[in-house]
């Protein structure tokens, strides 16, 4: 299968397999659209990174890869669908059967956001919940984009930023529009403070209640 050497590894993939879909893992069954495997590599970069187990179900049954098809549409998933573009590590094993289930390494990208491309041509940045890709918040999107550039960063902290640190060491975490009302800011400012606080890692984005929120970067 596309020259990718096979190595025994039935019972290394059960290791894998028994541990479930979680923060660093997800079982795609069979591959049919390339941008949907793009957003679990989004998903994975954004966050720690992570990896791809191809020819197992949901229910960690193993059922194997179809043809070299599926390592096509793996690569163009993160070469072609994935901006900026992004490098796998794939290895194939031979599993239970004869059948062959792919591996495929995500690394967290040293360049954040990493987008994948939608059906309507728009990109995306996704981020890695437990075992869901989710939509990026554009406040963290907006972070690492500063994070990324070569824009200088000062320390010091305003007191408008100050009171907002204060107010989430009060609480366990809160929203955009909490943020606001407690520390009584604008729209724009409170979100131009969040974003050079997350910048800085002095707060950052917890996936919560259905939505993302802001806490200490100190917090547990």
């Not at 019972?11 to 894998?16: E, Q, T």
């Not at 179900?57 to 390592?71: M, T």
Request: charge should be neutral.
């Amino acid at each position: 299968m596309k020259d990718i050497p096979h190595i025994r590894g039935k019972f290394y993939i059960a290791k894998f397999i028994a541990e479930g879909e979680h923060e660093t893992q997800d079982f795609k069954y069979a591959i049919s659209d390339a941008r949907k495997i793009a957003r679990s590599i989004s998903a994975f970069a954004n966050n720690s990174g992570g990896r791809l187990l191809i020819g197992v179900k949901d229910n960690g049954a193993v059922a194997g890869v179809r043809n070299e098809e599926d390592i096509y549409m793996v690569e163009a998933a993160a070469q072609l669908y994935c901006r900026p573009a992004q490098d796998l590590h794939i290895t194939a094993f031979t599993t239970e059967g004869g059948a062959v289930v792919i591996r495929a390494e995500i690394s967290k990208s040293p360049i954040r956001p990493v987008q994948s491309q939608e059906p309507d041509g728009s990109w995306r940045a996704y981020y890695r919940v437990k075992d869901e890709n989710i939509m990026a918040h554009p406040l963290m999107v907006r972070s690492w984009r500063k994070e990324s550039s070569a824009e200088g960063l000062t320390m010091a902290l305003s007191e408008a930023e100050q009171g907002v640190l204060r107010y989430l060491r009060s609480v366990s975490s809160a929203s955009v529009e909490q943020i606001m009302i407690e520390a009584s800011l604008s729209k724009r400012t409170a979100e131009e403070i969040i974003v050079r606080l997350a910048t800085i890692g002095v707060i950052r984005f917890v996936y919560a209640r259905s939505c993302f929120e802001l806490t200490t970067a100190d917090s547990e």
